[in-house]
């Protein structure tokens, strides 16, 4: 029951950075095995580590806004609750 939940908590998109943490790590959404398409390998090792790498850190800098935009709503509102005391 473990790996089910692991597997269907790392394919839930996070509220605070708008992405699953599968797809954060390995720049891919999670797939069960019977969706992979074989047409998209293709590439070469060295095309697709250089592709998956600058994806990756591109999410990471989405997720990583994300997170700055979602901590300073958190702020105004904790601005607002600490004046109505």
Do not use: C, W
């Not at 029951?1 to 908590?9: C, E, G, L, Q, T």
């Amino acid at each position: 029951m473990i790996n089910k939940v692991s597997f269907s908590y790392n394919a839930s998109v996070y509220e605070g950075t708008d992405f699953t943490p599968h797809k954060l790590i390995f720049g891919t959404s999670a797939r069960i095995p019977s969706s992979l398409n074989f047409e998209e390998l293709d590439d070469t090792y060295s095309y697709y580590l250089t592709n998956l790498f600058e994806e990756i850190r591109e999410l990471q800098d989405i997720a990583r806004t994300n997170l700055q935009r979602v901590k300073e709503k958190s702020k105004g509102y904790d601005k607002r609750v600490n004046q109505a005391r």
